[in-house]
């Protein structure tokens, strides 16, 4: 079971995040209980005029959730789907609770203008928060292949990828790196770091979940065509770093361990296509 905002807002000096689709839809295809809360209290940064921290979420909506995910008769994935139905309800909650915050700590917040533009959209169900969800997604995907990013040590090409369960349920999800080999295709999920170690454990962690995905992938069809999936996690890191570090470094350890459990590869700042074990 996890908990995840609807959306966070950090404050006019901060970042402001919405739940997106594929969030949820993660969680779905991993087993795992989704329930979408919002943060009723915080307190002001001591470093920015307009921003707040130590977000808390509403414990007591908390609670009455907690008890109907432990009565609730069915598996995670038809739970999930019904509370996608909730979202625009749940927004306007988030957005009532941002505007005592803003009151009560004197701090400026992001647009609620925009905000409640998002949330109507959201109260339509959920179709349109799926539609809504993949659009941003692939207007992020657009800007991301035109622009030139050197952070990431990639040389295929990014692709999406539309995963439908026992169901019929679809999930939409964008790989950074495909590949093509024979009748193979690599899946890479890249996590980049400037520093001279290896990215750290929280983006490894976000791709072990990628992985985890694309272990799982059955009939898995590249323009109409048959093909065995390759799971790739690469890993990459600044100049100074060395191979020789890797032999002594924990994490890589644990997660070489996690690859041969589980059937996916892991690459250190080398082409993927050269690194697979025959």
């Known amino acids: 079971m996890t908990i995840i905002p609807i959306f966070k807002d950090e404050g006019a000096d901060g970042d402001r995040d919405f739940l997106q689709w594929d969030t949820v839809s993660l969680m779905s295809l991993l087993g795992v209980f ?10 002001r940064s001591s470093g920015y005029k307009n921003k707040i921290t130590e977000q808390r979420f509403d414990t007591d909506y908390l609670r009455s959730r907690l008890k109907e995910v432990t009565e609730y008769p069915s598996d995670p994935l038809r739970w999930n789907l019904s509370q996608m139905e909730k979202v625009g309800q749940i927004g306007q909650k988030a957005l009532s609770a941002y505007g005592a ?3 009560a700590l004197k701090v400026q917040m992001h647009s609620a203008k925009s905000a409640q533009t ?8 959920r179709d349109v ?8 997604a692939e207007r992020a995907q657009g800007r991301e292949i035109v622009t030139v990013q050197p952070k990431e040590k990639l040389s295929g090409t990014k692709a999406a990828i539309t995963i439908q369960d026992k169901l019929g349920g679809k999930y939409f999800f964008t790989v950074d790196e495909a590949t093509r080999l024979d009748s193979k295709v690599l899946l890479v999920e890249g996590k980049h770091t400037k520093e001279n170690r290896l990215p750290s454990r929280e983006d490894i962690k976000d791709g072990l979940l990628r992985m985890i995905v694309y272990t799982n992938l059955q ?3 590249v323009d109409g065509k048959r093909m065995s999936v390759v799971p790739v996690l690469l890993l990459t890191t600044g100049p100074g770093f060395s191979s020789s570090d890797l032999s002594s470094d924990d ?8 690859a041969m459990a589980n059937r996916f590869q892991v690459s250190v700042n080398n082409p993927c296509s050269q690194s697979l074990d025959p």
């Not at 928060?129 to 941003?136: D, E, P, Q, V």
């Not at 994490?251 to 996690?258: A, K």
């Open 34 to 43: 989704v329930i979408i809360g919002y943060y009723a209290s915080a307190k």
């Open 101 to 103: 915050i803003s009151r």
């Open 118 to 125: 998002r949330i109507s959209e959201l109260m339509k169900g």
């Open 129 to 136: 928060f799926m539609a809504l969800s993949r659009r941003l």
């Open 219 to 221: 009939n898995v069809l």
């Open 251 to 258: 994490t890589f350890g644990l997660v070489s361990e996690e």
